[in-house]
């Protein structure tokens, strides 16, 4: 295809002013926030473009100037029993900013009196205080140390403060995020002023995402690009379905039309139960399966909701360990439950488990831990699904079988661990960087996964759960 996605291609395409600062690039907000502001702009209700700012030190992907910041979302699958397949060029994007080759042009977005929202997916790592981020670092390492001087810059110009909205899957991700910030305001010597500006003049909603996004569609984009007329290197696959649940004030909503735009946003005082029944329901499951599948040589999503083992291995972990832990009528648990296993078994698209398995320490401790933990607390046991996803991501991150992707910091704490096997798991589980707390002190736990990690090890990730017998009733 020699024709590619530019605006010589489609020079009729909108330009808009910049409303919006997004941290990140990749795949899963270029197919969630920049799609809904596409709609709103299809529909003339925002009539604003993004400007994406990297946050990772990592060689600029030349395809985004390349295609003048254009690429098209597909969306795939079933949704109200339809088969959806539609795909539509986004235009919303204005440039790309990299904070760590041109940090003064990243700064300088704080002079734009038309910027007003802040978007982030970081993953769950990103929202986290790294002590060595200094003011005057170009740039600082961490997402909040980026945004705490990029906030200070607007605040020291008299200007008035953004609606700031983190997409990051970790709990009150919002006020953790504002938290940061005030902490590197306290650290750097900011002043009580700057202080007062960000907490008065700024809001931080905490917000919930869901919606499944592969990425690029690799088994299929010739004939994608055959049946588009046009080739295009950075082409995103989704589902159809989009939840947006925003913690916020009813003037963000106004602003914000996204609900006019037919987009499924709910904007409310208290998103808890929304969060539970996500994260819980949805990537917990996809977190568990990640390590388990992979280790038994399966690759995608759909292969492991069609798998006999490994398909009764999610449906029990949900019914068995996950809903009964859930604070919400079990019915309504249930048809949830039902309603993301068929999103699971999307055939139209291919959801990497490797790509779920980016950042799988701090996606466990977001995701699964808080469920183990209540469960041994309230039954006086271990939840042995759980427990035996957990034992596939410590022996997964000794990274002789599996590709580990995880923060450097994270996998240098494996490594040191994995130098003694025999003392890998009381080792690991001390270490309250990493889960939050010292996970040695739960009652069974370390002989428990001793136990799983040695039968995975022995016979496999698909034998393990078919021995399990009953309690899973795999198939053999």
Sequence with gaps: MSTTLSRTLYPNLPTYPERVIQFGDGNFLRAFTVWQVQQMNNQGLFEGSIVMVKTLASPRNEHFDNQNHLYTVLLNGIMDEQTVRKPEIMSCVSRIVDPYSEYERFLALAEQ????????????????????????DAPQNSFPGKLTALLYRRFQLGKQGFTII???LIDRNGEQLRDIVLRYAADWNLGNDFIHW???ENTF????????????????????????????????TAEPYLLWVI?????????????????NAVFTRDMTLYRERKVHLLNAPHTAMAALGLLAGISTVEATMTDPDFSVYVKRLMEDELIPMLDLPRPELEEYARTVRERF???????ELASISLNSVSKFKARLLPILLRYQQERGDLPKLITLALAALLLAYRGDRLERKDN??????????????????????????LWGEDLSTVPGL???????????EALGARAVLQQMGGEISCND
């Design 166 to 168: 983190p997409c990051e």
């Design 113 to 136: 009196d038309s910027l007003e929202f802040i978007t982030s997916n970081t993953t769950e790592a990103g929202i986290a205080y790294d002590p060595k981020d200094r003011l005057d």
């Design 205 to 236: 909603c905490c917000s919930l995402v869901d919606r499944i996004v592969p990425g690029f569609p690799h088994d299929t984009a010739a004939e994608w690009e055959q049946e588009l007329g046009y080739s295009d290197h950075l082409m995103v």
């Design 345 to 351: 078994l999307n055939p139209f698209i291919r959801h």
């Design 198 to 200: 960000t907490q008065q």
């Design 408 to 433: 450097p910091e994270v996998l240098a704490l494996f490594d040191e661990a994995w130098k003694q096997p025999a003392h890998l798991v009381p080792s690991i589980l001390q270490k309250k960087e």
């Design 247 to 263: 913690e916020g004030p009813e003037e963000a909503a106004k602003r914000l039309p996204l609900r006019q735009a037919g987009v």
């Design 446 to 456: 370390s002989d428990r996964l001793k136990v799983d990690i040695q039968q995975l």
